[in-house]
């Protein structure tokens, strides 16, 4: 059983151009969070996704980041536009259903914004 | 959720138990204690969780004290491998918000020769 899939790995950016981070959640799982992780910072939550639907975007910038999960395919954060600040780790991280203890995290996206 | 506090970093010799402390004062009676760790440049693992009662796996121990306000997360026999940072973090399960975790800055653990 794969675990959660990332990817690109790495991405790099130029200023003001779009990034697309992938994530297929691990088989069964139709619960999908988001974590974004700054240099030298912790973890911060970002997003939670069922299929098709957003339950939490408390942690999400308000403009130029979306996140979906549609019925079939991998999750998708979506930065518009990017800037140099959003270089960044992001990690998705996936889970069964509500209430399941853990939450598996994947490897992770290292976005590079020149 | 209720907040913790742990070291900033420890240090274990290899081979030796390595203990790591984790302070949640303000704990409310429905919420877990969990343990995930984060190896450099990787996702955050899950260790192990609990309510009242120490739970054993097979990668580390938890002990949480009576009052429930503090807990230990040890592991047995510390390897190089083990070298990563240790996040604790205390949260009501499954109550609709789904999974969400809040990491702090958790303790950086050095395992040594």
């Known amino acids: 059983n794969a675990g959660v899939m990332q990817n690109p790995r790495h991405l790099v950016r130029r200023r003001g151009q779009e990034a697309r981070l992938r994530c297929s959640p691990m088989?069964?799982?139709?619960?999908v969070y988001w974590y974004r992780q700054l240099p030298e910072e912790g973890l911060k939550f970002m997003v939670y996704l069922q299929k098709e639907n957003i339950i939490d975007e408390s942690g999400m910038p308000k403009e130029r980041f979306s996140a979906e999960f549609p019925k079939e395919g991998p999750s998708i954060l979506r930065i518009q536009q990017v800037v140099r600040g959003d270089s960044a780790a992001y990690f998705c991280?996936?889970?069964?259903?509500?209430?399941?203890?853990?939450?598996?995290f994947g490897s992770g996206t290292q976005l590079s914004v020149l | 959720d209720a907040k913790t506090t742990q070291p900033p970093s420890m240090d274990c010799a290899e081979g030796r138990a390595a203990n790591l402390p984790c302070n949640h004062s303000t704990i409310s009676g429905n919420e877990y204690v969990y343990w995930y760790r984060q190896i450099h440049s990787q996702g955050p693992q899950y260790i192990i969780h609990g309510l009242k009662n120490n739970e054993t796996n097979e990668m580390a121990s938890l002990i949480i004290t009576e009052d429930r306000k503090s807990s230990t997360l040890i592991l047995p026999h510390a390897t190089l491998r083990d070298t990563a940072v240790y996040y604790c973090?205390?949260?009501?399960?499954?109550?609709?918000?789904?999974?969400?975790?809040?990491f702090g800055t958790g303790t950086q653990l050095k395992v040594e020769l």
């Open positions: 973090i205390v949260r009501v399960a499954g109550t609709g918000g789904g999974n969400k975790l809040t």
């Open positions: 088989k069964g799982h139709s619960h």
């Open positions: 991280a996936s889970s069964p259903f509500e209430g399941e203890e853990k939450l598996f």
